[in-house]
Nanobody
Framework: QVHLVESGGGLVQAGGSLRLSCAAS????????MGWFRQAPGKEREFVAD????????YNTDSVKGRFTISSDNAKSTVYLQMNSLKPEDTAVYYC????????????WGQGTQVTVSS
């Protein structure tokens, strides 16, 4: 089992920044990638960004490219999401997720952290 705990959410004004953290514990040795997803009220959950064990990253280009940066500290089994130039439309619950080598989807999820951007 893997346990994911997010932190760093909160209320920020438009144009501001936040840094989310997600610490993984348990059987993290089979981790292929960790990522961030978000779900706004009344909308489906969407992919934000992810990073593989080797450091390769991918982003939801339309929504966050150029403003958000994902990084990781493999020694700490922690992934970060630096969010700059935040917009009201970034308001959502942000979820951390983990994908294992043997699984083709993200199958471990955190409880989520609320990010609210005021205009």
């Amino acid at each position: 089992q893997v346990h994911l705990v997010e932190s760093g959410g909160g209320l920020v004004q438009a144009g501001g920044s936040l840094r989310l953290s997600c610490a993984a514990s348990g059987r993290t040795g089979s981790t292929y990638a960790m990522g961030w997803f978000r779900q706004a009220p009344g909308k489906e959950r969407e992919f934000v960004a992810d990073i593989t064990w080797s450091g390769s990253t991918s982003y939801n280009t339309d929504s966050v490219k150029g403003r958000f940066t994902i990084s990781s500290d493999n020694a700490k089994s922690t992934v970060y999401l630096q969010m700059n130039s935040l917009k009201p439309e970034d308001t959502a619950v942000y979820y951390c997720a983990l994908r294992r080598w043997s699984i083709s989807k993200y199958d471990y999820w955190g409880q989520g952290t609320q990010v609210t951007v005021s205009s």
